[in-house]
């Protein structure tokens, strides 16, 4: 029976069978509260849809929201504000399947001052009307938590602008779709030859004509907007030769309508917006539940406590300046560097360093701003404005150099296109120089004969059906690109870089030995009482290591910690000693080096030594195999904050790495990818967490690692899933495949171009002629670079 | 013939109205969303007295 049974609430297995509701078992207090909120309300429909629907609870503290109550910030979140109706947008990253969708939207049953609520799953978010006067948005927030779905509150959200062009681009391809068909319905007389009268057909002719304005004036706006800009700063792109296909085939339709000579390539004209619009449109999809852009102020808390006059309030942290003195409890982030004013306090710098082991700080040290601060509350004066932290300060410098850098990073496609608008322009040139001397007429036609049939738009639909599809492969194994461009930056990575910490780890287990004398039954139950009282990380993976069996901890009747070296106690009749060999008062074992002392936790019982627990950080299977595959083209580094412990085992992993670097702080890590950089090699950079954040930016495709989808990333390129990562020499070949497929694209559509260039120049090119080639390119690009990619994803097995 | 141009300028007015719903199912937010409408109609709605 034991370790069979899993929670009712979020289906994990339960380490106890202690925790029970009705002939219900959950894993901890948190689920079974969650199932006593859903009883009492009959919504446990919620285990109908999808058993162990809900979300693990971790332990809120009741203050995490407290930020809330400052109407500053609320004016802010809230969408909607009024005496007796509110109106709020939360990002709830834990939304998962059906049940989620059905308990958030049944909120009004449980709390009836919340008068609606809509989910949208894609998004993530969950939209909320509610009664200021019955529930405070604090309360709201706080009710989400406590059913598992805690809203991820930033101030910077998503800006309206941006979703306004997303909906632009379905109404421009709408027109054009809507003008495209219409032309061609009245084009097809002159596509199956059919004899009508005059009158009729010059009736059709000037409604074709009618029909290609909205397509020239709005839908194709942006082309001929980019081709602009390409021209003023020399940069040439793609969008040159579109627009001047598109110019020249209104002129010369209209110059065939309005002289009668003609019924004019209206139809292409229309088609061919019609095929880029949607071109961009399949290049411009994107995660929408992710978020690639988080920058350090979604780790920061909105608000904290400032202290004003004799008592603490709630500031938003924009507000601090130096010297404000700020109260931080519990499992607070301190939002800016400062100095410890009380008299000590352990603070853990995982965020900003990496290194995991809490370090304990003394009134008057220096603090920097990502520290998370544990135990005991403590205050704090700042020092400097949260924009000028250490971290911050870096990350903006960062920012700023690379916003150009990537924005700027020329395509295959523009490369190519600048030679293309070249030689069609001295093509179309040469021929209507030639056709001038017999002819002044057929020289203007035979002109823009040659800009509309070498128009590219093939050329400007390969690389974004290759590249979409490319990135739909990446996604379906889950690794998530922010965008089609990212790919192109990957054909060029020289130099992988890995972090240590939850890249190369895994983040939540870590590996437990035990050595020395046997311990008996009682004395794990003693120790295991002991490090359950303690927050420090080893303390945690021991009590998991211990906790098999099912049974009661006793108490401590005496507990102590010393700050950094251990934790003592005393548990029935032992007296227990867990800590470093002199705190525990174990002799450090002598086989072992010094530096490899780390991960070692001593202990003794009533003062006897025992032996010691050897902690080691679980490394993700597979990264051998994958390492030695990288290794054959890339250039590897390892980059670690924590400390030397387990320099032997990476070594062990990386036998090629050209460098395994320890004790490195956020600004480290910039510099050594920026010194890659400057030797010319574009780095690949793999990491989690803020204190990577400034150097996944640094790097050229920074990709951050996160163990699920709903958890909480730096602003990076990519997001890939853990256990994925041992496939990242498959998505790496596959990325360069992807350029193969792009190439092999535009030869075909210069067979295409050429094929229809010989027609142009000789002056045969007809109406149907171009109604038939132009679609018939880029469907069949299209249908190649898609089929191209699934092919080689087959080949690499993907799914 | 006239018949046709007759019957062409009312398909052409018939299709921009379609046109012009399809904007303002744009407009208002129709497509925003396209997961949790499929999910959220197969969910009963039992009214609760509670």
């Not at chain 1, 596509?191 to 010059?202: A, H, N, T």
């Not at chain 1, 030679?419 to 007429?441: C, P």
């Not at chain 1, 050594?672 to 030797?679: D, G, I, L, N, T």
Request: with cysteine; aromatic share 10%; charged share 20%.
């Amino acid at each position: 029976m034991e370790g069979k049974i899993s929670c009712f609430h979020c289906g994990d297995p339960c380490q106890t069978t202690d925790i029970s509701y009705e002939d219900k078992w959950f894993c901890c207090m948190g689920c079974k509260t969650v199932y006593q909120i859903l009883n009492e309300h009959g919504l446990c429909t919620y285990y109908n849809l999808n058993p162990g629907a809900g979300n693990k609870i971790k332990g809120i503290e009741p203050s995490k929201f407290d930020f809330l109550d400052s109407a500053e910030i609320q004016d802010k979140l809230l969408d909607f504000k009024s005496s007796d109706h509110q109106k709020i947008t939360f990002n709830v990253p834990s939304i998962h399947c059906s049940s989620c969708i059905w308990l958030l939207e049944n909120l009004p049953n449980i709390e009836p001052a919340i008068m609606s609520s809509k989910v949208n799953f894609g998004k993530k978010t969950l939209s909320l009307d509610f009664n200021p006067n019955k529930i405070t948005l604090k309360q709201v927030a706080e009710l989400l938590g406590k059913l598992g779905y805690t809203p991820l509150i930033s101030l910077d959200t998503i800006s309206p602008a941006q979703v306004a062009s997303s909906k632009d681009v379905y109404i421009k391809i709408g027109v054009a779709g809507f003008c495209f068909g219409n032309i061609m319905l009245l084009s097809f007389p002159d596509y199956l030859g059919m004899e009508i009268e005059e009158e009729l057909s010059s009736y059709f002719s000037y409604l074709s004509f009618v029909l290609s304005l909205p397509v020239l004036v709005y839908s194709s706006q942006d082309y001929f907007r980019s081709a602009l800009l390409g021209i003023k700063t020399g940069f040439s792109n793609i969008d040159i030769p579109i627009a001047l296909g598109i110019v020249a085939l209104f002129v010369r339709s209209c110059y065939e309508v309005f002289t009668a000579t003609g019924p004019g390539y209206f139809d292409s004209l229309s088609g061919l917006v019609f095929f880029l619009l949607i071109g961009k449109w399949v290049q411009g999809k994107a995660y929408d539940g992710l978020s690639f852009d988080r920058d350090y102020k979604s780790y920061f808390p909105l608000a904290v406590l400032k202290k004003q006059h004799d008592t603490y309030e709630s500031t938003p942290v924009y507000k601090l300046r130096v010297e404000d003195l700020v109260l931080i409890r519990n499992a607070e982030i301190i939002p800016s560097d400062a100095i410890l004013r009380s008299p000590v306090a352990s603070i853990d710098y995982s965020f900003v360093t990496g290194e995991a082991i809490p370090v304990y700080t003394y009134q008057g040290d220096k603090i920097y701003a990502g520290g998370r601060l544990i135990g005991k509350s403590a205050v704090f004066e700042v020092t400097k404005a949260v924009s000028q932290s250490y971290l911050t300060q870096l990350w903006n410098d960062v920012d700023s150099m690379n916003r150009k850098k990537k924005g700027s990073s020329q395509s295959i496609i523009g490369k190519v296109s600048r030679y293309f608008t070249i030689a069609i322009l001295t093509i179309a040139l040469l021929s209507a120089v030639f056709w001038s001397f017999s002819d002044v007429r057929q020289a203007f036609l035979v002109f823009s004969a040659v800009l509309i049939v070498a128009c590219p738009c093939a050329l400007a639909l390969a690389s974004p059906f290759t590249l979409s599809a490319t990135m739909n492969v990446f996604g379906e194994n889950k690794f998530y690109l922010k965008n089609t461009h990212v790919i192109e930056r990957l054909w060029k990575i020289s130099t992988i870089v890995f972090d240590k910490t939850g890249t190369l780890t895994t983040n939540n287990q870590k590996e437990v030995g035990y050595n020395g004398t046997g311990l008996c039954e009682k004395d794990k139950t003693a120790i295991k009482s002991i490090v359950l009282n303690s927050s420090h990380p080893y303390s945690q993976a021991i009590y998991q290591y211990l906790n098999h069996a099912d049974e009661k901890v006793p108490e401590p009747i005496l507990f102590s910690e010393a700050h950094g070296r251990g934790v003592t106690g005393i548990v029935g009749e032992r007296q227990i000693k867990l800590g470093t060999s002199g705190f525990a008062g174990v002799p450090p074992t002598q086989s072992i080096h010094h530096a490899e002392d780390g991960g070692k936790v001593y202990v003794s019982i009533d003062e006897e030594p025992k032996g010691y627990f050897n902690i080691q950080n679980n490394y993700r299977s597979g990264l051998k195999e994958l390492v030695s595959k990288l290794s054959k083209t890339f250039r590897l580094g390892v980059i670690s904050g924590d400390n030397e412990s387990e320099k032997k085992l990476l070594q062990g992993i990386f036998p090629s790495a050209r460098q395994i670097l320890f004790r490195q702080k956020p600004d480290d890590k910039v510099d050594y990818v920026k010194s890659c950089q400057e030797r010319g090699e574009k780095v690949l950079m793999l990491g989690d967490g803020l204190n990577d954040a400034a150097a996944l930016r640094q790097s050229d495709v920074g990709v951050a690692v996160a163990d699920d989808k709903a958890a909480f990333t730096p602003a990076s390129d990519a997001i890939i899933l853990g256990g994925q990562i041992t496939s990242l020499d498959k998505f790496l070949r596959l990325a360069k495949s992807s350029r193969k497929i792009i190439i092999a694209s535009i030869v075909i559509s210069f067979l295409y171009n050429l094929i229809g260039l010989s027609f142009a120049i000789m002056g045969k090119l007809t109406p149907i002629l171009a109604a038939i080639l132009m679609p018939l390119s880029s469907i069949s690009v299209v249908v190649f670079a898609t089929m191209a990619v699934r092919m080689v994803s087959k080949l690499y097995k993907f799914n | 013939m006239s018949v046709l141009v007759l019957l062409i300028m009312i398909s052409i007015t018939v299709a921009t109205g379609f046109l012009a719903l399809f904007i303002w199912a744009i407009k208002s937010g129709q497509f925003d969303d396209t997961d949790s409408p499929s999910i959220r109609m197969l969910i009963d709605d039992k009214k609760r007295s509670k």
